[in-house]
């Protein structure tokens, strides 16, 4: 199950080690304002502020600042508030598309490095923990969240499912964007900062950035004590594996509960089965 760490610059107590970890939480921490509080445009200045303090410390830290960067503001351009009509989808497929695709790009053929990167094949065979972690996730979310999104009324943040039809673009959003999480966050967010500082320090980093758009998605109300710890350990997990199908199915188990958690709240008669629903 576990692969070697990258080897990644050391921090010191100096002056360039702490310009490098403040460009890098400039830029993450702009996604609060940027999706969670949404100010705009007064929210790029921190992704500016942090891209050309991250290029003064270390060029290759701001450049890779500078993709991070890029994808945040690809995903701002539209709004991110769950949208089922076919405007809305297509929208997003676009915007989200763009988001991981115009960085791992520019990464790749520009740049020529290999950092962000989708890895299915590992060639190894999931472990016995890992089976049993699946089992976990579904039992907590099975759980937890009919408590969260009844109690809380965080399911009208998601629209109410008039019919047959939205319930099944409902299915296609929610798995489309659980996909996308893992492309955008993990695969090219962490494994950009995985690349300039260690594990723990990029992955409360990502986890910024992901909870933040999470909150715009609808995860509000108290959905940070549930989002904080998820994007926190999709990136341990990754770290550990680097699979992407296993923290791809982690995601899609988890999101498979919050798919029939709003159906319930919208249509109590319909997926009546979570003990915990209040």
Request: hydrophobic letters at 60%; one cysteine or more.
């Amino acid at each position: 199950m576990t692969v070697a760490a990258p080897q990644v610059p050391a921090l010191r107590a100096d002056a360039r080690s702490a310009a490098r970890v403040g460009a890098a939480a400039l830029v993450c921490g702009a996604a609060v304002l940027l999706f969670a509080v949404h100010v705009r445009p007064l929210a790029y200045a921190p992704l500016l502020a942090g891209v050309a303090l991250g290029l003064a410390a270390d060029r290759r830290l701001g450049r890779d600042l500078a993709l991070i960067a890029l994808g945040q503001t690809i995903v701002s351009t539209i709004p991110l508030r769950a949208d089922l009509s076919d405007a809305g989808m297509l929208r997003f497929t676009v915007a989200l598309s763009l988001a991981v695709l115009v960085p791992a790009l520019i990464s790749r053929l520009a740049f020529r490095d290999r950092t962000i990167s989708f890895p299915i094949g590992t060639g190894q065979r999931w472990s016995r923990t890992m089976w049993i972690y699946l089992a976990v996730v579904i039992a907590v979310a099975y759980l937890v969240l009919p408590y969260y999104f009844l109690s809380s009324g965080a399911y009208r943040n998601w629209p109410a499912l008039d019919g047959g039809g939205e319930i099944a673009r409902l299915f296609v959003g929610v798995n489309a964007v659980g996909l996308w999480d893992e492309l955008f966050f993990i695969c090219v967010v962490f494994a950009l900062l995985r690349a300039h500082f260690p594990m723990p320090l990029a992955n409360a980093l990502q986890a910024i950035v992901f909870v933040s758009f999470l909150w715009e998605l609808g995860y509000r109300e108290w959905g940070p004590l549930l989002t904080v710890p998820f994007a926190l350990v999709q990136g341990w997990i990754f770290a550990r594996t680097k699979s992407l199908p296993y923290v791809v199915t982690v995601h899609l188990l988890f999101d498979a509960i919050v798919f029939a958690v709003l159906v319930h709240a919208h249509h109590p008669d319909l997926l009546d089965v979570f003990v915990t629903a209040p």
